[in-house]
Each structure stands twice: as C-alpha cells, then as structure tokens.
C-alpha cells in the first residue's frame, strides 16, 4: 500500500507561464479544486482554486503568484496512511506524488483511492463488523484478539478512535471479522449488552458476549449509531 503503486498521470500539471484564468479552467475541465504546478520537471507545489480566485487580474502568469503553491505532497514510499491523512487534513481533491530529488510522478486521487482500498483483502473478504467503545485504560488489543480468534474467527481489519465517554478519554473500536453471518441477527440481550445487526454489521452473539464478559463495555456498544444513547 505505498503510494508508488496507486500514482495516476491523466492530469496535465500547471507551469509558471500559465495563466491564472487558465489554470481555473483546467480545474473546471478536470472537475477538480487543486492542480500541480512544475518546473523543470520539479514539483512547486499545489494550486488551489479558492487561492486562485483571489487573484485580482486573471491574466497573471502563475509564476507571478509563487505564493500561492501548497507545500503538500507525498514520497513515493510513503504509505497509504500518510496520503488519507494529508487528504483529509487539507481537503485535497489531488495529492502529487514525487521521488526524491522531488520530481513530479504523478498524483492520487482520494476516489480511486477509496476504489483501491476496497479491493484490499481486509475490505474484500466476507465477514462481519464489530464496534465496540471502551475507557482507554481498559483497551487492549491482544484480549480483544485471542478472543476473537478462539471463535475460529480472525481480526482482518481494525479502526481505532480516541473519543469523550463520559468523564474520560475512551476509544471506539471497528474491527473487521473473517466470520460472515447466514442471516441478521434480530435485537437480542445479554447481562452486558444489547445489541441490534444491520446488514450483518456485527459478529455472531458467542465473540460479542465473550468479548463484553472481558472488557468494560457499555450497553449501547454493539448498537448502530444512530441507535446509541447519548
């Protein structure tokens, strides 16, 4: 999952001899806000359109607008995690990829990299969603997983966010099952939790209640979001 393997070439990038009013167009031809802008091969940086649009003379060379260039972009050894990271940050439409002497190899797009990441095989292979949330002090991973794994089931994809519960810090965890359920499971009960399937959107009834029984769970873990008491 480095960025080398998921470089795409199909948009022309922007020099310094273009126009502002020119690069505006690209960006409404190509249907993006953010564009490369090179010389010599070399990355300057990335235009915005919100950038651009300040500018008061549209004809102005991009050359004469050298502030205008992001510093953002990725190596091309750079994991996917990075590039996710730098495209929510800044709410790139285009991320440019370069090696390292920073010359220009291409860019990522954040729909095909949705694309991608969908045919990975901790996305493409059937099975089930766990959520849980926790207190932070009582996470831990390796419970969570011998768990798991003792149901003849594996983890093959996990989700970790640092959220408020309650007074302190807790953390809300989307794990990926290899176990697919035969059909929804309908509200069901436990002395730790309730919990309703959604398009088999949890794992079966044994993994949740042995997890529950382990870890200091609340009520409303296992429900869908928009079921959770607030």
């Not at 398009?199 to 529950?212: D, R």
Request: glycine content about 4%.
């Amino acid at each position: 999952m480095r960025a080398l393997e998921h470089i795409l070439n199909d948009v022309e990038p922007l020099a310094g001899k273009h126009t502002v009013a020119e690069a505006l167009e690209w960006m409404q031809e190509f249907k993006l806000s953010h564009l490369p802008w090179l010389e010599a091969g070399k990355l300057v940086g990335l235009v915005s359109e919100e950038d651009l649009l300040s500018v008061a003379d549209p004809s102005d060379p991009l050359a004469k607008h050298r502030e205008k260039a992001q510093p953002y972009f990725l190596r091309e050894q750079d994991h996917l995690f990075n590039a996710m990271h730098l495209l929510g940050e800044a709410n790139l439409t285009l991320l440019p990829v370069v090696d390292e002497e920073e010359r220009y190899l291409g860019y990522l797009s954040p729909l095909e990299m949705i694309h991608d990441l969908g045919r990975e095989v901790s996305f493409a292979e059937r099975g089930s969603v766990l959520v849980l949330q926790v207190h932070v002090r009582d996470y831990h991973l390796s419970q969570i997983t011998q768990i798991v794994e003792s149901e003849d089931a594996h983890i093959i994809g996990l989700h970790l966010q640092i959220m408020a519960m309650d007074t302190q810090a807790g953390a809300e965890i989307t794990a990926a099952i290899s176990v697919a359920l035969s059909a929804p499971l309908s509200a069901s009960s436990t002395k730790f939790l309730s919990f309703t399937t959604k398009a088999f959107s949890t794992i079966p009834p044994p993994i949740a209640t042995a997890l529950c029984s382990n870890t200091s769970i609340s009520k409303n873990a296992h429900r869908p979001l928009w079921q959770r008491n607030r």
